[in-house]
Nanobody, 123 residues
Framework: QVQLVESGGGVVQAGGSLRLSCAASGPTVSSYAMGWFRQAPGKEREFVAAINRSKSRTYADSVQGRFTIFGDNAMNTVYLQMNSLKPEDTAIYYC?????????????????WGQGTQVTVSS
C-alpha cells in the first residue's frame, strides 16, 4: 500500500511562489510514476504535472513555464515548484501515484492519492 502525504500549501499573493511536497512511502513506491492534480470549487479535477522514474516530465499548458515538478534521487519525495502564481491557480492540490514506468495526464490512471493541500492565490 502506497501512502502519499502532501504539504506546503498556503495563501500567497499573485505573482508569488509556493513549493508543494509529496512524501511517498510503501514497499513498492520506487516503481511508481507520480503526478500532481488540482481541483477548484465547482470544477473537475485537472492534471497539473507528472514525472516518471527517469525524470521525464509532462505539464498542463496552463502551468507550462511557471511550474516545475521534480523529485529527490530516490523519488520518495516529489515536489511541485509553483512560480508566478495567478488567482486561477487557487485549488486543492493532490499528489498521485500510478504503478508503472510512464506518467499519465488522466486522473483515472492513478492508483493512490494524497489528502490534498489548499493553495490560495489572492489578487
Amino acid at each position: 500500500q502506497v501512502q502519499l502525504v502532501e504539504s506546503g500549501g498556503g495563501v500567497v499573493q499573485a505573482g508569488g511562489s509556493l513549493r508543494l511536497s509529496c512524501a511517498a512511502s510503501g514497499p513498492t513506491v520506487s516503481s511508481y510514476a507520480m503526478g500532481w492534480f488540482r481541483q477548484a470549487p465547482g470544477k473537475e479535477r485537472e492534471f497539473v504535472a507528472a514525472i516518471n522514474r527517469s525524470k521525464s516530465r509532462t505539464y498542463a499548458d496552463s502551468v507550462q513555464g511557471r511550474f516545475t515538478i521534480f523529485g529527490d534521487n530516490a523519488m520518495n519525495t516529489v515536489y511541485l515548484q509553483m512560480n508566478s502564481l495567478k488567482p486561477e491557480d487557487t485549488a486543492i492540490y493532490y499528489c498521485a501515484a500510478r504503478e508503472g514506468y510512464e506518467q499519465d495526464i488522466a486522473a483515472v490512471a492513478y492508483d493512490y492519492w494524497g489528502q490534498g493541500t489548499q493553495v490560495t492565490v489572492s489578487s
